[in-house]
């Protein structure tokens, strides 16, 4: 008989894995399990998460997760009797009486090298930290956050380029492919889990808006990995004549910034700004209520001069 898989998924993130189980013909996905619709986007408009629209394009019955739904979800699952119930960026915690229900167990997918970056934010967290690689971890689920036994990871290098929505897409393809390897050899006999070392954890919390705030005083390399963790969101920014200013793209410079006072504009070509260490080169930016641009265009509409100087706080009034 095909093995049966329960799928549980919301974000974009999950979407790969959803598609790989259907289109491999080699699992039956009979149910797919998600969170409500959400307001997404610049406009705020409620729209079906990732995971429902994907589902339903492929014509895979779709359950919500509804507040006060759960007994009725449950009680769905449980008549499937599902050899799997695969969950990856689901969102929220699984009771115990679900965790039973799946012959071959619930398996997770997580974004990191477990047991580090345990959590809501692995990706961002582990670009913030400087880490030159990172990978996926599948686990068999238990009622802690990311603390069940290890099943399979995959390693792939953290390049100097790649922010938290390029790192996130490159690990939502291996992930999806960690857990096409993991049901199979769990199917074949050959996998079973291990448990992970406590003394290795570390753990992520999730991501505020006041988390990209620009701290001018630290150094120029934590800076410029707080641009790309932030990116997408919640971005990382400063203030200009009392706007927000998203800093979209930037490098740390080794010199330039030395002796000048932190968030002062050292150079306009290329735009630098000193750090705490060493200079941020700023390549692209974001002024509130306008269109993304250039460092360029932003030197030039604003007349930045060197000496300008670039607050991590909005000024008050009257300076």
């Known amino acids: 008989m095909t093995p049966t898989v329960v799928f549980m998924g919301s974000p974009g993130f999950s979407v790969p894995t959803l598609i790989l189980l259907h289109q491999s013909k080699r699992y039956e996905v009979v149910l797919v399990v998600t969170q409500p619709d959400k307001p997404q986007g610049r406009g705020r408009k409620v729209a079906p998460t990732p995971v429902r629209s994907t589902a339903e394009a492929l014509g895979l019955p779709v359950a919500i997760r509804e507040k006060g739904g759960y007994g009725e979800l449950r009680e769905r ?3 499937l009797k599902p050899d799997f119930i695969v969950v990856v960026a689901f969102g929220l915690i699984l009771r115990e009486d679900i965790l039973a229900i799946p012959k071959y167990g619930c398996i997770n997918l997580h974004a990191s090298l477990l047991p580090r970056y345990r959590g809501v934010s692995p990706i961002s ?40 929505g390029s ?3 490159k690990l939502a393809v291996l992930g999806a ?3 096409a390897d993991t049901l199979e050899r769990i199917l074949s006999g050959s996998l079973a889990g291990r448990a992970q070392d406590e003394s290795k954890a570390t753990y992520t919390r999730k991501l ?10 630290r150094d120029a390399e934590y800076i410029a990995r707080l641009v790309r963790a932030m990116h997408p969101w919640p971005t990382a920014y400063t203030f200009f004549a009392s706007k927000r200013l998203i800093v979209l793209g930037a490098r740390a410079c080794a010199a330039g910034g030395t002796g000048s006072l ?58």
């Not at 030159?132 to 100097?160: K, Y």
């Not at 209520?289 to 604003?302: C, H, L, Y």
């Open 262 to 319: 932190p968030g002062a504009v050292v150079s306009t070509d290329p735009l630098r700004v000193s750090c705490g260490l060493g200079a941020l080169e700023i390549g692209e930016v974001k002024v509130q209520g306008k269109e993304r641009q250039s460092a360029g265009e932003f030197v030039s509409v604003n007349r930045i001069s060197a000496g300008t100087v670039l607050s991590g706080e909005v000024p008050s009034e009257g300076h």
């Open 167 to 169: 790192l996130s897409v």
């Open 208 to 217: 505020k808006k006041d988390d990209g705030k620009i701290d001018w005083s």
């Open 125 to 164: 967290s582990a670009l913030l930290a400087g880490e030159q690689v990172t990978g996926c971890t599948s686990m068999f689920m238990d009622q802690g956050i990311d603390t069940g036994a290890i099943l399979l990871e995959r390693e792939t290098p953290i390049l100097p380029e790649d922010t938290a």
């Open 77 to 79: 699952i449980s008549l």
């Open 177 to 179: 492919h960690v857990i």
